[in-house]
């Protein structure tokens, strides 16, 4: 505790960046608030200011990176907040959060600039910023209040951006999201306080840090795994998991486009993340035990989500329901326990924030051009907007997981975990890949090709200033599906401490590696990578 | 630890007057306004405001002497010597002139800015017993040399045995104080707005705040009722004030009668409590039950049983609430502010003290009765609270389900739950009358409008009240980085720590189920049409000044809630102490 705090005095006389992280959109959305209603047009250029920023300083992190020490967590910066009870305003950055952060960085100000708010901007883009915040603070938070006050008071923005400027029954919407994922996440408030004072019970140090309960493990096996299943309904709901995922198409169809983009990009990680931080790596033993259900639940949410959006009217829908089959992947590869399906999850969490982002922002223009979402009043796009089609193209082959792009790698790389782990099951998930394909190529193809009649014949094709938009999208799902190595490389320290933290607290358990199995005769990880870049 | 109380003397009690001074100063402020109103009715206009002007930098003066008298020095000493006397009393002036063209600024009346003094004396004189009895007394060089221990301070019996002057009441005295002139503030407002005239509302609302702060400190049962009917006495009448309102009438008649009937209850259980230990005084109590073996409990056990009804009533806990609903719809809305933010807190202090104090030995007897009635009075509070069509009635409502969290606290039973429970009161505090005083002032004359459909689209005719209506909101429903959040994770660290793991869910669900009905009323606020006929709303400076002070400590304590905690913690070790 004391080695901690120093170290972490020692780094917080440089600047404390990821503090800044987290301030820096408050300080955006306060001014916001701050400013007079008179030049509306201000509002959106400053919160693209902020969150740019933002973005810029997450970019510098990734290149200040250090990879050596992936394992450990960075430019930590620690406060004492609620002194008696050993809270503290703790955050760092390991390779495991890096990308998530870098992610979210860099969405927001696209989600930003990309569309105009309907009515009332000033609250809109203040909203923004303050989702920007807690998203942030969730992925860096180092103690477990922290981590807390995030992943609820991202709730708040998000319920209001539904609510105030969704479209349909955004009411109902907002609300179904806001109890879903509340409830959920209040059972964790009551794990976080049991697992807190069991563990001063135990050690005699009241702590909320997260390092410190994760490495004493002081809790009695069968307390953990109560405590584990509060923390994993919590996240579950967040992800969302088949039977509690029922907020998530009413969310993301009424949701304003920024919103869903937001939603589906980065808000869902907080579930998956949640999952890997405070799930796998604060209770090992648990995590173990209830990872065949849980991988069980990713599976059935793999095929669930994919026969659902094969049978949507309305694109959105069929994109959301999409994601419940994506995350699916995501739950799989994670409770594989081991260095494939990890590091597979957590490059499916980018690659699903970048493809479903961009699938969102898409699907959002089109609803712009035309007023409609439902598959069966659009038709023949291709012609008036072939440009557009084109990209809608690549962005929907990346979600398919076509290989050379980037959703090939994570899913890829997931199923070999999961294969390793539980075989047959990655069997069965593996058949939702094609259902992927089905779904997404028959809606692409009632969409964009055949005649174009009505209005669809008159479509407005993108804009450069989309086109500029779509352009990072575009630059991660082919950069990250042909050379993935530098991502990988970047989290593959965190991920091997992890799985080593997992082997090492839970008795009898190795982790299932693909190459002890055979299926893949591959020696390491490396190997899998240097596969997947040949294709 | 009790030994070393003083013994108590027999004859005639040891009374620390400067340790008393928060409620004399209260006490003495009401009796001054009742008199010089009884002398002068009416003055004319330019006397009047000229007066008013004066009450500020009286106040000031009156704080800083107040704070000499209780204290060793007059405060602020330190600062006199570090600048020199000639700066300092040039800086004082100034505070003097400022606090003066402050209050004309406010446009309050007299009587509304003598109250606010008075709170603020109080408050001072609080703050100033604290320094005397918590903190430790810096001691000088030659002192230390001389081998003197430095004074550490520590709770003192004020009046004989029968009154303790310690943190814990000390914390309740201030947020009382400040519940004083927040509702003075709102008080101000309200009855220009309603046309009530005359000081009587002021009176009564400092004599109730003095019996807040005689039950906070209360070392003996005797005390506590009296304390406990002077604080109600006064609320009554306050609640039927509105003379020209049935409702409000009704709203004081049913209080009262229902109020009676449960100081009956407490009594009663007094009475039990002295048969049962030959006691009345907590010290006396806890003495005979740690040195008596009792064979025969049944006396004890109903006496704490009638205790819990009478103060049950007070705090509006399951199944003793019945009353709160239509009382809080009927009364003037600032009168209501000040009975779910002093009364309720008073009423906790008394509740916690009794049964923390005296009764810590029979815990496992009451814990779970307090467990059962804080289940039940979390889930009416909120489940209850969903079906409201009226916002007073619905706030009523939710004022039951926060009872029900500070139930949760006093439930544990220990330093912990004593800590969160101070903690969520002094929050609650604020965050109500924020709550209640932006209803006062969207509900208009009459308090006509006080349907929640009235709320539709507040955000049109006042941006500004919507936004501070939306945050007390989301603090009352437990959105991190407000108070509300933190009170109610102390309550629950409280409850888990004392392995009360299924109470700390309900409670969680109960707070899931809360949190939707505020976000409900939030979002009609900005979704909902208004009429095209409806005004936009003018704020009074007064009521401005109380909303925004309740606002930025709900907000400015939800981002450090360090301070609070420590005091909530140094409240609980004086207690114990």
Known sequence: MQSLLLAAEGGSASFPVLSALVILPVIGALTLLLLPNNRPENFKQLAFLFSSLVGAMAIWILTDFDTAHAADFQHQNSHTWIESLGISWHLGIDGISLWLVVLTAVIFPIAIIAIDAEHTPKAYYAWLLILEAGCMGVFLALDLFAFFVFFEIVLIPMYFLIGQWGHGERAYAATKFFIYTMFGSALMLVGILSLAFLNQAETGVLTFNLIELAESQAIATTTARWIFLSFALAFAVKVPLFPVHTWLPDAHTNAPTAGSVILAAVMLKLGTYGFLRFGVYLFPEAAVWFAPALVTLGTIGIIYGAIAATMQRDLKRLVAYSSVAHLGFIVIGTFALNTEGIEGGILQMVNHGLSTGALFLLVGWIYDRRHTREISELGGLQKPAPFFAGVFMVVMLSSIGLPGLNGFVGEFLTLIGAFAAHRWWAVVAASGVIIAALYLLWAYQRVFHGPAEGENATMKDLTFKEALIMAPFLFGIVFMGVYPKPVIERMEPAVEALIEHVEFHVEDFESPRPGHLGPVDDHGDDGAVSEEDDH | ???????????????????????????????????????????????????????????????????????????????????????????????????????????????????????????????????????????????????????????????????????????????????????????????????????????????????????????DLIVLFLGLETLSIAVYVMAAMHTKRTESLESGLKYFILGAFSSAFLLYGMAMIYGATGSLNLVGIRIYLESVIILDNAMLLAGFALLLVGLGFKVAAVPFHAWTPDVYQG????????????????????LVRVFYLAFIDFRDDWQPVIYAMAVLTLLVGAFLAIVQRDAKRMLAYS???????????????????????????????????????????????????????????????????????????????????TTGFVAKFEVLSAAVDARSYWLAVIAMISAVVSAFLYLRIVLSMYLGTVDEDAEPISVHPTAALAIGVALVLTIGFGLVPGPIDQLANDAILALAG
């Open chain 2, 1 to 219: 630890m009790l030994g070393q109380l003083p013994t108590p003397p027999v004859e005639t009690p040891d009374v620390v007057w400067s340790a008393l001074s928060p409620i004399l100063a209260l006490a003495v402020g009401a009796i001054l306004l009742i008199m010089f109103r009884s002398i002068v009715k009416r003055m004319p206009e330019e006397y009047d405001a000229t007066l008013t002007m004066l009450v500020g930098p009286v106040t000031v003066l009156a704080m800083w002497i107040v704070g000499g008298l209780v204290g060793t020095d007059v405060p602020l000493a330190d600062l006199r010597d570090d600048v020199g006397e000639p700066a300092f009393y040039i800086g004082l002036a100034l505070v003097l002139i400022v606090s003066a063209l402050f209050v004309k600024a406010l446009e309050i009346g007299f009587d509304a800015a003598f109250t606010v003094g008075v709170g603020l004396v109080s408050f001072a004189a609080t703050v100033v017993v604290w320094q005397q009895h918590f903190r430790a007394q810096p001691i000088t060089e030659e002192e230390f040399l001389a081998g003197v221990a430095p004074d550490f301070g520590g709770p003192i019996a004020a009046f004989g045995t029968q009154y303790g002057v310690d943190g814990f009441a000390l914390v309740f005295g201030g947020v009382i104080a400040l519940a004083v002139v927040l509702s003075a503030l709102l008080f101000d407002d309200y009855l220009r707005r309603e046309g009530i005239d005359g000081a009587e509302m002021y009176v009564l609302l400092m004599l109730s705040a003095a019996g807040g702060l005689i039950m906070a400190g209360s070392n």
């Open chain 2, 399 to 481: 004022s039951i389900g926060h009872a029900g969290f500070i139930l949760v606290g006093v439930q544990a039973a220990t330093e912990r739950g004593v800590a969160s429970v101070v903690f969520y009161a002094a929050a609650y505090t604020f965050m109500v009358v924020g709550s209640f005083g932006v209803l006062s002032v969207v509900s208009g004359r009459g308090d006509r409008a006080s349907s929640l459909d009235d709320l539709n689209g507040l955000n049109r005719r006042s941006p500004v009240l919507a936004f501070a209506l939306t945050l007390f909101l989301l603090g009352q429903a437990g959105v991190p980085l």
């Open chain 2, 331 to 350: 009364a003037p809305t600032p009168v209501v502010a000040f009975m779910a933010s002093a009364v309720k807190a008073a009423a906790f202090a008394a």
